[in-house]
């Protein structure tokens, strides 16, 4: 990718998440977190620990904005079950990450599908009301 089409990409991007709703935000960062998690398994495949260790730490900070985003006082107990299972998601990629443990990486992955096709599934007229 040249400069210039990278540099093209990045304000396309920037464009669309300024652009986005709250809820579509939330289901664009599902959506990285996975593909990070994606390409360090992958990585890790191909001995390429740089590249896990950028992709795991990219993931890592995307959980951070998750949690981060959480509202207890309106989300009550569902809140409350997605900051526990956030927190141990973090946790398993460290130790993935320590261990070079691909398959620690799917079970991960298969923890956080649930999440994402819930939050996928939403419909448009509720998208506005929901809060966790």
């Known amino acids: 990718m040249t400069h210039?089409?990278?540099k093209k990409y990045q304000q396309t991007n920037k464009s669309t998440a300024q652009q986005a709703s709250p809820y579509q935000l939330v289901a664009m960062l599902f959506q990285k977190l996975l593909g990070n998690i994606?390409?360090?398994?992958?990585?890790?495949?191909q001995k390429n620990y740089d590249l896990k260790?950028?992709?795991?730490s990219?993931?890592?900070?995307?959980?951070?904005?998750?949690?981060?985003?959480?509202?207890f006082k309106q989300g009550g107990e569902v809140s409350?079950?997605?900051?526990?299972?956030?927190?141990?998601?973090?946790?398993?990629l460290l130790t993935a990450s320590t261990n070079n443990d691909p398959d620690k990486l799917e079970e991960i992955i298969q923890v956080?599908?649930?999440?994402?096709?819930?939050?996928?599934s939403i419909p448009l007229e509720s998208q506005g009301?929901?809060?966790?």
């Open 58 to 71: 990219n993931a890592i900070a995307i959980i951070g904005v998750l949690e981060g985003s959480l509202d």
């Open 80 to 92: 409350q079950n997605l900051a526990s299972l956030y927190k141990y998601c973090s946790e398993q």
């Open 112 to 120: 956080l599908l649930p999440i994402k096709s819930g939050w996928d």
């Open 53 to 56: 260790g950028t992709e795991l």
């Open 4 to 6: 210039a089409s990278l």
């Open 129 to 132: 009301r929901v809060s966790f």
């Open 38 to 45: 994606a390409t360090a398994k992958g990585a890790i495949s």
